[in-house]
């Protein structure tokens, strides 16, 4: 009996995985400016490579300076998306930010189990666009630029977030109208 229990969480997680990784293709077309995934490993997935092209700080001269493309890599734990643990998220190309250590790991809090890979992703893509109703700089992973967003996000709210994200939306295809003759 006790054999059944862990295939169980198996099975559990690789429907997850398989529907997260759908969910986040679907995304992908929506937002093909935004959004590209480079790679995927497993099946069920085991880590995926984005590419993320939003405009953000380079470092504190922002506008001036800006980093228009990121790329992430996302490793999954083992019992994804049961486990407390959540998906570890790394920069790949340095990234300036309040809520991403200078290792590039994204530190975005508790891991909510509910929460989809493609909301998660536009999570993720929101706080590289310093998104104030994100971004956390009472808890911050690199202290010089949560002290940075502050100042300037009190100085310039206007500039943030950096875009949005609805700017980055495909636009969907306009149903044609076809005319029949009627004999």
Known sequence: MQEVFPMAINEVSATRRRADLAKLRELQTRMPRALAILGVTGDPVRSIKLRISIPTAKNGAYPQDRQEVHDVEIEFPESYPLS???????????????????????????????????????RLMKVIA??????????????????????????????????????????????????????
């Open 84 to 122: 407390t643990n959540g998906p570890v998220v790394k920069f790949r190309t340095p990234i300036w930010n309040p809520n991403v250590f200078p290792s590039g790991q994204w530190c975005y809090g508790p891991w909510n189990v509910t929460e989809h890979l493609e909301l998660f992703v536009t």
């Open 130 to 183: 310093l998104d104030p109703a994100i971004i956390n700089p009472g808890s911050p992973a690199n202290r010089e630029a949560a002290n940075w967003f502050v100042r300037q996000h009190s100085q310039h709210p206007k500039l943030f977030p950096t875009v949005a994200l609805s700017g980055f939306m495909a636009e969907a295809p306009k149903p044609s109208i076809g005319w029949r003759s009627i004999k």
